[in-house]
C-alpha cells in the first residue's frame, strides 16, 4: 500500500509538471523574445526610438501574451457592445450622459476578460454611461451633449491603451 501511494504522489507531480508545460515553454518564448528586444533597442540611436514604436512593441507584446493562453485554452473576450453584464464584466469607470437611454450600457470596453471553455477567469473591464438629468440652462452654460459623451469614452479608451 505504501508503495502504491508513493507511486500514485509520483504520478499526480509528474501530471501537473505535464500540464503547465506547454504554458512554462511559452512563457520561456516570450521571456527570449523580450530579451532579444531589448538587446536590438539597445543597439539603436534614441532618435530612432518614438513613442508610436515603443507603444506598437508593447501592443505586441500583449499579442503575443494572448498566443500563448491561447495556446493553453485561455481566450481573451470582449463583450459586443450594449447593457452592462455583471457576471462578465467589471466596472472601472462611469462616464456621465445626460442620455437617459445610454445609461447602464458599456461606453468602451477598456480591456478584456479571459475565459477557459465555460470558466470565466478574469472578467472583461469596462466604462459604463451613468446617467445625470441635465440642469437647468444657467446664462451662458449648456448641458454636455451626447457627442460629448462619447468624446470622453474615446479619451478613456486612449488613456487606457
Not at 85 to 101: A, F, G, M, S, W
Not at 140 to 151: I, N, R
Amino acid at each position: 500500500v505504501d508503495r502504491l501511494h508513493e507511486e500514485l504522489q509520483q504520478h499526480r507531480a509528474g501530471l501537473a509538471t505535464r500540464v503547465a508545460r506547454p504554458l512554462i515553454n511559452g512563457m520561456i518564448g516570450l521571456h527570449d523574445d523580450m530579451g532579444r528586444l531589448v538587446a536590438a533597442l539597445r543597439t539603436k540611436p534614441a532618435d530612432e526610438f518614438s513613442p508610436e514604436r515603443f507603444f506598437a512593441l508593447l501592443d505586441g507584446l500583449q499579442e503575443d501574451l494572448e498566443i500563448v493562453l491561447g495556446h493553453n485554452g485561455i481566450a481573451a473576450y470582449r463583450e459586443p457592445g450594449g447593457p452592462f453584464d455583471p457576471r462578465r464584466q467589471k466596472v472601472l469607470k462611469k462616464i456621465v450622459t445626460h442620455n437617459e437611454h445610454l445609461a447602464g450600457t458599456v461606453a468602451v470596453s477598456i480591456r478584456p476578460g479571459f475565459e477557459q471553455g465555460a470558466e470565466l477567469i478574469e472578467k472583461e473591464r469596462v466604462a459604463i454611461y451613468e446617467f445625470e438629468p441635465s440642469a437647468p440652462d444657467v446664462a451662458g452654460a449648456s448641458p454636455l451633449h451626447e457627442s460629448e459623451t462619447d468624446s470622453s469614452a474615446t479619451e478613456i479608451q486612449q488613456q487606457e491603451d
